[in-house]
């Protein structure tokens, strides 16, 4: 299993992060909202917004999962957190970076992972919205650009919060 990369802003990531005091907050509607789209649109078991801190990667919203968080050291969100675009997994398994993860050899066997980056305003990545299966799947540009979207809404979302 690789371990993902830690950001080289870091240290202003996690301070982005924290300022939103968003971390260990009750689920809000207007998160589930963006969840329940993104997994109806995708027709996939799971949907996730993740943030990630030093340690973990916690669920504002999610569906399709019990846990409120994993280790960050094995969450595919926190590989997304360290590129620009949508990191899209077809088939975990047969993947270099995850196909030994305790998430894709043992329950809940994640196949597929689709995961769009969330920006904090001061444009640090802190977290994802992700969809997830537990078969393989393909998904094309479009799709990714869908998730990209709804992305941008739980940045406005954030973003509200700041204002």
Known sequence: MKTPPIP????????????????????????DKITEQAQRFFQVPVAVISFIDEHRQWFKSKIGIDNTETPR????????????DVLYVPDAQLHEAFKRNPQVIEPPHIRT??????????????????????????F????????????????????????
């Open 8 to 31: 080289k802003n870091e240290t202003a990531r996690l301070q982005a992060l924290y300022r939103l005091h968003i971390l260990d907050t009750p689920q809000e509607q207007r998160f």
């Open 73 to 84: 050291d094995i969450a595919f969100c926190a590989h997304t957190i360290v590129h620009d």
């Open 113 to 138: 992972y689709m995961g769009a980056p969330i920006t904090a305003p001061t444009g640090e990545k802190i977290g994802s919205l992700c969809v997830v299966d537990m078969i393989p799947r393909v």
């Open 140 to 163: 094309v540009d479009s799709d990714k650009e869908v998730l990209m979207e709804l992305a941008r809404i739980v940045e406005a979302e954030l973003h509200s919060d700041e204002s």
